[in-house]
């Protein structure tokens, strides 16, 4: 088990399939020594079979071929399908062959190690790595963590992933949300990508060049908040939702909105980006007056009562 003589190798090979192609007639019942209980036999033709794979898996290692050793797991794990270190270098294996598209099913392997319990399971330190491994990579191909344990208990399942087994990733998952968005509530939608382009890493640069100044499309939000709390300066309202502040909306010429309004009431506006900050997050628009509709008509303010008498004579 030690050597890595070509030879040697090879003859160790051919020995441990031999067993493997002959077990069950070098362990035939006749073939019992008299006094062995059959527990103990079915043991050592047990033992025989694990040291013949585990020649075999030595063997296929040394070779250093990943397409090579993942044929041999695979019959490994045939034989034995709950061993989770097997799991875990059938997902080496699968890795080390450097195809993209196979890098789900080897996450599943990964996956089905650190779920493994009972008599397969790793040994408590070997399973914390390998489940640390896990917890780091599958966000790195995801993009988070989501998915993660419905996989775990899949993979403790079933020794291999389905056919035509795909892990989504949060991109393609954005994609087709956001293609759904676009039939259901385009407006909605619209923001959703302008909100995309001032959440990555160029986000300032992405507000400087495409939307200071520029006119952005008609938009849709609930109000947040004001201030001040009458005849406010500037609103902010939420596009995504009813309770985060995403944009502030200011009136041109620095006019106030008369009176006031509910949190929650919806508000449509067409304006121009003016300003932009990452964190916290907000985009404020300059809005003409007659572009947006939503704010409640409020009651003119009374006029002063007229003074009674007339003027004194002199």
């Known amino acids: 088990m030690q050597t890595t003589d070509p030879a040697a190798l090879d003859e160790g090979e051919k020995a441990a399939n031999q067993l493997l192609s002959g077990i069950n007639e070098y362990f035939a019942e006749a073939k019992k020594p008299a006094g062995v209980d059959a527990a103990a036999w079915n043991k050592q033709k047990a033992d025989v079979q694990n040291t013949a794979w585990q020649t075999i898996l030595f063997v296929s290692n040394q070779k250093k071929d990943p397409a090579l050793i993942e044929d041999r797991l695979r019959k490994f794990i045939d034989f034995n399908p709950a061993n989770a270190e097997a799991a875990y270098k059938l997902g080496a294996a699968i890795l ?3 195809k993209a598209e196979r890098q789900p099913e080897a996450l599943w392997q990964v996956a ?30 995801r993009g988070d963590k989501k998915g993660l344990d419905k996989l775990m208990a899949d993979a403790a399942a079933a020794p291999y992933a389905p056919a035509g087994f795909a892990i989504e990733t949060k991109q393609q998952e954005d994609i087709k949300q956001l293609e759904e968005l ?14 995309q382009e001032l959440t990555g890493p160029n986000a300032t640069t992405n507000f400087e060049s495409n939307l200071k100044g520029a006119a952005l499309p008609k938009l849709k939000g609930k109000l947040v908040s004001m201030e001040p709390a009458v005849n406010p300066k500037k609103i902010v309202v939420g596009i995504s ?7 502030t909306i200011e009136l041109e010429g620095g006019a106030a909105f008369r009176g006031k309004a509910d949190p929650g009431t919806e508000i449509e506006f067409e304006g121009i980006g003016k300003e932009f900050s ?7 628009v300059e809005v003409e ?17 007229a003074k009674k008498g007339g003027a004194k004579k002199k």
Not at 182 to 195: D, E, F, R, T
């Open 278 to 284: 990452a964190d916290p997050f907000n985009l404020t």
């Open 96 to 98: 080390g062959q450097k």
């Open 112 to 141: 089905r190690a650190c779920a493994l319990t009972g008599p397969g399971e790793l040994p408590a330190a070997n399973k914390k790595a390998v489940c640390d491994y896990l917890n780091r990579v599958y966000p790195q191909y």
């Open 289 to 305: 007056k007659e572009k947006i509709t939503g704010w409640p008509v409020q009651a003119a303010a009374p006029k002063p009562a």
């Open 241 to 247: 939702d009813a309770s985060t502040p995403e944009i």
């Open 182 to 195: 676009k039939k259901s509530n385009p407006q909605l939608a619209l923001w959703v990508q302008l909100k």
